[in-house]
């Protein structure tokens, strides 16, 4: 069992758990994920390591609250045990050979993109953050980028935070300065993810997407984090989950995400899950 230490609100829909796990802090790395349950009879879920403190032995998580098992998480609380949580699981993200890179996250993703930038600025790497968001009330993990990105840029989709647009236009400006960077790192919904790879490729930039596809095992045994990169089939839970943005089919692997989106909302509703 492992015990809760800190619950934190960060916006409406996203929580932040602090978890007692040491056996994980002491091997993780940035880009690495656990396994979850919330409770003895709970859905197995992944979710990417949002930070971690090897002195302390704990784990910090950040989750959405959409479906089932997020939501059995979410009534957690302090104090109170997650049955099981597996990891690290997962390839670590590769930084060698950096000096200058972009890491974008959007949305959710942004907790995943901040152990990254967190790696790189450790490394003496310089770090331009970009963080998109629908709305200003949606931001999450400011102060924490702050902390770590020489240049920070948060953007919102309606402009209600200062600037107003995609993370791609943001990127875009960037890239036609002509700045020297040696790579961009993406983190998001898939179709955020599959337009800055195609923004990239036209100025011939490495880009690293990480693929969240549905998955179960975290084994690579299952089969349901596959996805086909460069024309072969890859497991995201073993294989990755990064890989090179520009190899990556994103048609494939945002219709195969969207498969079970009608049974998760028709579940929802059945099991009056938010009573």
Known sequence: MYKILEKKILNKDVTKMIIDAPLVAKRCEAGQFIILRAKDDSERIPLTINDYD???????????????ATIELNKLCEGD?????????????????????IVIGGGLGSAIAYPLAKAMKEKGIDVTSICGFRNKDLIILEDEFKKVS?????????????????????LEELLKVGSDYDAVYVIGPLIMMKFVSLLT?????????????????GTGMCG????????????????????????VDFDEAIYRNNIYK???RKRKEDCNLLK
């Open 262 to 264: 009608d049974f998760e």
């Open 150 to 170: 020489n240049k920070l840029i948060i953007t919102t989709d309606d402009g209600s935070n200062g600037i107003k647009g995609f993370v791609t236009d943001r």
């Open 224 to 247: 349901g984090c596959r996805l086909t990169y460069d024309g072969k089939i890859k497991f995201a839970c073993v294989d990755g989950p990064d890989f090179d943005g520009h190899k």
């Open 54 to 68: 090897r002195k302390k032995g704990t784990i910090s998580i950040v989750f959405q609250v959409v479906g089932e």
């Open 201 to 217: 490729l036209k100025y011939n930039l490495k880009t690293i997407v990480s693929m969240n596809p549905l998955m179960v095992d």
């Open 81 to 101: 045990e997650i049955e099981t949580f597996v990891g690290p699981l997962g390839k670590k993200t590769d930084l060698d050979g950096l000096k200058k890179a």
